[in-house]
């Protein structure tokens, strides 16, 4: 980036990263004119964008065809100089140099200052009905306007060199001559982090001749006032932990805190689970909500105990539109998901064909009939994980809330534990496969069964089970 401002004058407009690479020389002067094209192009298509956002009078005779066409077009022109300076002082923070911090604060007072005579104007104006008095007052408060806006932004400046000064000048001297270990409260009690940014601008003082490295004393001050910054954050961050050390979000912040500006990444990672355990409670808290009393009908029916009655056990629950609501941690790992990934799918999505299919039908007519052949029953079914192998379970399911459309139901899942070399896949007869087929056709199998015939898991889902063995009609019964 081209040096523009600040330096030696021997080094304007040379690169700061290269020092022997003059900027304004080819080719870098073809960067330039295609960073200016580009910068017209964006001119065009930002334009476009004003105009498309703007409701067009077509009767109007405003270049814009809008009340206010002159302001949006001078609005436009500042935002477009202030991107072209944005981009052309980025090597520079301008917010370093005195004078532009002294021209934005006065610009600060001026927009202060005229937005108070707006409400003047707005509020206390007199009414229609004494037309000479209104225009005299209206007149009265334009000439306030254009001779106080000279005072405004002076008062502007006084107040940013005042706070400059106070920062840079006596809470500087103020670090510099305190007593080691004393606590930064009665030194300077920062309120944010702008406020020691601030501060360490008194720490720029560069060896004369060396514009890249800063005297010794001057470092010493800035890591001082950094030191002091952190330890008063860290102690904020525990006041509150304290009393509030039950909310994620603030431990994981401390957490971000630790990592990104203490530089401990491993008491941010204490800190980071702790935050991954509280979420998790409070993800539980809010699904035990979300079933309506669900787990406390549970509870009621299981002799109490509530949320208790599901701890440990793989149990999912489901609406009356078969959507799962909630599933424990423990469905998530007999099933091979990620935590949360059940929620809100379809519980077909873990069933093998032709159950799954077959599910939404069956719940409907529950729901109408109030007929089931399966519920508060226990059963031995297959369960479909992640990777489309199927996993044996012992499944009870029950309503355990709600009428009608309002049912809630849980489904407890127990793993059924294998047999010392033995595979198990589950087959259709009549042709229920691939279209065309017939005889038996697999519907689901487990990992091992995959294994043994060298396929990946789910390749098999849905072929006639006489392609795989030799003796295709002794399995086409």
Same mark, same amino acid.
């Given at each position: 980036?081209?040096?523009?401002?600040?330096?030696?004058?021997?080094?304007?407009?040379?690169?700061? +990263?290269?020092?022997?690479?003059?900027?304004?020389?080819?080719?870098?002067?073809?960067?330039? %004119?295609?960073?200016?094209?580009?910068?017209?192009?964006?001119?065009?298509?930002?334009?476009?964008?004003?105009?498309?956002?703007?409701?067009?009078?077509?009767?109007?005779?405003?270049?814009?065809?809008?009340?206010?066409?002159?302001?949006?077009? +001078?609005?436009?022109? +500042?935002?477009?100089?202030?991107?072209?300076?944005?981009?052309? +002082?980025? &090597?520079?923070?301008?917010?370093?140099?005195?004078?532009?911090?002294?021209?934005?604060?006065?610009?600060?007072?001026?927009?202060?200052?005229?937005?108070?005579?707006?409400?003047?104007?707005?509020?206390?104006?007199?009414?229609?009905?004494?037309?000479?008095?209104?225009?005299?007052?209206?007149?009265?408060?334009?000439?306030?306007?254009?001779?106080?806006?000279?005072?405004?932004?002076?008062?502007?400046?006084?107040?940013?060199?005042?706070?400059?000064?106070?920062?840079?000048?006596?809470?500087?001297?103020?670090?510099?001559?305190?007593?080691?270990?004393?606590?930064?409260?009665?030194?300077?009690?920062?309120?944010?982090?702008?406020?020691?940014?601030?501060?360490?601008?008194?720490?720029?003082?560069?060896?004369?001749?060396?514009?890249?490295?800063?005297?010794?004393?001057?470092?010493?001050?800035?890591?001082?006032?950094?030191?002091?910054?952190?330890?008063?954050?860290?102690?904020?961050?525990?006041?509150?932990?304290?009393?509030? &050390?039950?909310?994620?979000?603030?431990?994981?912040?401390?957490?971000?805190?630790?990592?990104?500006?203490?530089?401990?990444?491993?008491?941010?990672?204490?800190?980071?689970?702790?935050?991954?355990?509280?979420?998790?409670?409070?993800?539980?808290?809010?699904?035990?909500?979300?079933?309506?009393?669900?787990?406390?009908?549970?509870?009621?029916?299981?002799?109490?105990?509530?949320?208790?009655?599901?701890? &440990?056990?793989?149990?999912?629950?489901?609406?009356?539109?078969?959507?799962?609501?909630?599933?424990?941690?423990?469905?998530?790992?007999?099933?091979?998901?990620?935590?949360?990934?059940?929620?809100?799918?379809?519980?077909?999505?873990?069933?093998?064909?032709?159950?799954?299919?077959?599910?939404?039908?069956?719940?409907?007519?529950?729901?109408?009939?109030?007929?089931?052949?399966?519920?508060?029953?226990?059963?031995?079914?297959?369960?479909?994980?992640?990777?489309?192998?199927?996993?044996?379970?012992?499944?009870?399911?029950?309503?355990?809330?709600?009428?009608?459309?309002?049912?809630?139901?849980?489904?407890?899942?127990?793993?059924?534990?294998?047999?010392?070399?033995?595979?198990?896949?589950?087959?259709? &007869?009549?042709?229920?496969?691939?279209?065309?087929?017939?005889?038996?056709?697999?519907?689901?199998?487990?990992?091992?069964?995959?294994?043994?015939?060298?396929?990946?898991?789910?390749?098999?889902?849905?072929?006639?089970?006489? %392609?795989?063995?030799?003796?295709?009609?002794?399995?086409?019964?």
């Amino acid at each position: 980036m081209a040096q523009y401002m600040g330096g030696p004058p021997q080094l304007r407009y040379y690169n700061a +990263l290269f020092p022997e690479v003059y900027c304004w020389s080819m080719p870098h002067l073809v960067h330039v %004119a295609v960073s200016v094209v580009g910068l017209l192009v964006f001119e065009v298509m930002a334009s476009a964008m004003v105009l498309s956002q703007m409701d067009l009078n077509p009767l109007s005779r405003q270049p814009l065809a809008i009340m206010h066409s002159s302001t949006e077009g +001078l609005c436009f022109g +500042l935002k477009s100089i202030a991107a072209i300076a944005a981009v052309m +002082l980025a &090597g520079d923070v301008p917010a370093t140099y005195a004078v532009v911090n002294y021209a934005r604060c006065a610009t600060y007072g001026c927009v202060l200052y005229c937005s108070a005579l707006l409400c003047v104007l707005a509020f206390m104006t007199p009414s229609a009905r004494q037309p000479e008095r209104r225009k005299e007052f209206q007149h009265q408060v334009t000439l306030a306007l254009w001779i106080g806006m000279g005072p405004a932004a002076l008062a502007g400046m006084a107040a940013c060199w005042a706070r400059l000064h106070y920062f840079c000048v006596v809470v500087a001297e103020r670090f510099r001559t305190a007593t080691p270990g004393l606590p930064s409260k009665y030194i300077c009690k920062f309120e944010d982090a702008r406020e020691v940014g601030v501060a360490l601008r008194a720490c720029r003082d560069w060896i004369p001749g060396d514009e890249d490295t800063l005297k010794p004393e001057a470092m010493a001050l800035g890591e001082v006032i950094v030191k002091v910054s952190i330890r008063s954050a860290e102690r904020a961050y525990q006041s509150v932990l304290t009393r509030h &050390g039950h909310n994620a979000r603030l431990v994981r912040l401390y957490g971000r805190f630790l990592e990104s500006v203490k530089f401990d990444p491993w008491a941010a990672a204490k800190w980071f689970t702790e935050a991954d355990r509280l979420e998790e409670r409070e993800e539980h808290a809010k699904e035990a909500m979300q079933l309506g009393g669900a787990l406390v009908a549970l509870g009621a029916t299981a002799g109490g105990g509530g949320a208790m009655a599901v701890d &440990g056990l793989a149990a999912l629950f489901i609406n009356s539109q078969g959507i799962i609501q909630v599933a424990t941690p423990e469905v998530h790992a007999l099933l091979g998901y990620a935590k949360g990934e059940l929620k809100d799918r379809d519980v077909a999505c873990i069933m093998p064909p032709p159950f799954g299919d077959r599910h939404n039908a069956y719940l409907r007519n529950y729901i109408q009939t109030g007929v089931s052949h399966v519920l508060d029953r226990t059963t031995d079914f297959v369960a479909l994980t992640k990777t489309r192998s199927v996993a044996p379970i012992r499944l009870r399911i029950s309503k355990v809330s709600g009428l009608s459309e309002d049912s809630v139901f849980m489904g407890v899942m127990e793993p059924l534990p294998p047999q010392p070399g033995v595979v198990r896949a589950w087959v259709m &007869g009549n042709g229920g496969g691939t279209a065309g087929a017939t005889g038996n056709t697999l519907i689901a199998a487990e990992e091992g069964f995959y294994d043994w015939l060298g396929y990946g898991p789910g390749e098999l889902l849905g072929q006639p089970l006489s %392609a795989l063995v030799n003796d295709a009609p002794t399995v086409d019964v």
